[in-house]
Structures are given as structure tokens and as C-alpha cells.
T-cell receptor, first 113, second 110 residues
Framework: EPEVTQTPSHQVTQMGQEVILRCVPI?????FYWYRQILGQKVEFLVS????????KSEIFDDQFSVERPDGSNFTLKIRSTKLEDSAMYFC???????????FGEGSWLTVV | GQQVMQIPQYQHVQEGEDFTTYCNSS?????IQWYKQRPGGHPVFLIQ?????EVKKQKRLTFQFGEAKKNSSLHITATQTTDVGTYFC??????????FGKGTRLSVIA
């Protein structure tokens, strides 16, 4: 079964450093998402991406965050200057069409120290 | 904005007991989806409900979508240790991102 793949699985970074989380969505999917989950809490929406642009973003997704689909297969989340409170599991997800099942990757666990 | 409330937050049951989690949206939904997240894992899609009053079953799991399409429930009959995890509902209102409830963490005591 096709799956969403994410790298790295775990990253430890110093506060203030830039981080890039990478995702390869399912190939025929059109909608891409980043969600995050702080330890023990719910899954929170960060941003959705369709047709090479951001379609929606939450208040969490401030100027420190950016997304890119540089080459038609990868979908990246960049955090420019990490803060301690950015420590969380970041899930990439993709969807064939709006309203359909969202498929999640296994997540990238980010620890900011 | 749209909110999805889910209760209870935690549930501990003896193996063989039933379990139910409830989900309530602040807005009418186009569909509701249920996901299961095992400890340390990622959310995995279980089912999607679209129609008002819809009931779907997957083996010991029964999912219901309310008549007003604002609430939903997941019921597990005769829980097993493999049912352990957090169950999330996620509502889609049609023109907004999927909004997740806080989840119900199920523990099953053998």
C-alpha cells in the first residue's frame, strides 16, 4: 500500500537553529498537510498546500514556518529559528482529493534544546 | 473557528468490557473521520462517515454519525489488548482543514 514517508524520524536541534523536515507524499495525491502533535496532546493543523501554494494555515504557522514543494515529489517544512516550544512530533499527510481520507506519515520527532 | 470536542479524555477498561468515545462538533460537518494512534505511532485512518445517521461497523467497532451531522461515536465491543491507543475523531466542514478532537486514550487491562 502506498505510504507517506518522512525524514528524519528524529532530530535534535539547538534553539535558534533552522530545521527542515522532509516528506514524500503519496504520488497521485493533490493535497498536502503538516500537522504537529506536542507530546500527549492532540493533533494540530499547521498548514495545507495545494496547487503549489498554501491554501490554509493556522495561527501556529507564523513567519518562522515555511513550506515548499521543490521538485514535484518532496514536500518540506522549514522552521527558521526553532524555539523550545517547537518540540513536537510533526506529521506530514497527503490526500487524493479534498474530503477524502488523509494518510499520515510516521512523523518526525523534533526536540529543541 | 470550528471546534471538535471529544470525551472522555482517558478510559481504562478491563479486557472484555465495552468502550465508547464521543465526538461533538461546533459546526455541521460534511464528513467525520476516525483515526487510531498506537503509543509512539502515527494516526491511522479507520473510517469515514458521510451521511446523516450513518452507522458503519468494522468487526467489533461501530461508528455512528448523528442525524444533525454534528456528533459521532465510536463503540468497541469486548475490548482486547490490541485496542490500546488513542482514538481521534476529525471533522471536515467542507471548506476548512480537518479538525481533530483531543482524542480518547484507551487502556485495556488484561
Amino acid at each position: 500500500e502506498p505510504e507517506v514517508t518522512q525524514t528524519p524520524s528524529h532530530q535534535v536541534t539547538q534553539m535558534g537553529q533552522e530545521v527542515i523536515l522532509r516528506c514524500v507524499p503519496i504520488s497521485n495525491h493533490l493535497y498536502f498537510y503538516w500537522y504537529r502533535q506536542i507530546l500527549g496532546q492532540k493533533v494540530e493543523f499547521l498548514v495545507s498546500f495545494y496547487n503549489n501554494e498554501i491554501s490554509e494555515k493556522s495561527e501556529i504557522f507564523d513567519d518562522q514556518f515555511s513550506v515548499e514543494r521543490p521538485d514535484g515529489s518532496n514536500f518540506t517544512l522549514k522552521i527558521r529559528s526553532t524555539k523550545l516550544e517547537d518540540s513536537a512530533m510533526y506529521f506530514c499527510a497527503s490526500q487524493r482529493d479534498t474530503g477524502n481520507t488523509i494518510y499520515f506519515g510516521e512523523g518526525s520527532w523534533l526536540t529543541v534544546v | 473557528g470550528q471546534q471538535v470536542m471529544q470525551i472522555p479524555q482517558y478510559q481504562h477498561v478491563q479486557e472484555g468490557e465495552d468502550f465508547t468515545t464521543y465526538c461533538n462538533s461546533s459546526t455541521t460537518l460534511s464528513n467525520i473521520q476516525w483515526y487510531k494512534q498506537r503509543p509512539g505511532g502515527h494516526p491511522v485512518f479507520l473510517i469515514q462517515l458521510v451521511k446523516s445517521g450513518e452507522v458503519k461497523k468494522q468487526k467489533r467497532l461501530t461508528f455512528q454519525f448523528g442525524e444533525a451531522k454534528k456528533n459521532s461515536s465510536l463503540h468497541i465491543t469486548a475490548t482486547q489488548t490490541t485496542d490500546v491507543g488513542t482514538y481521534f475523531c476529525a471533522g471536515w466542514a467542507g471548506n476548512t482543514p480537518l479538525v481533530f478532537g483531543k482524542g480518547t486514550r484507551l487502556s485495556v487491562i488484561a
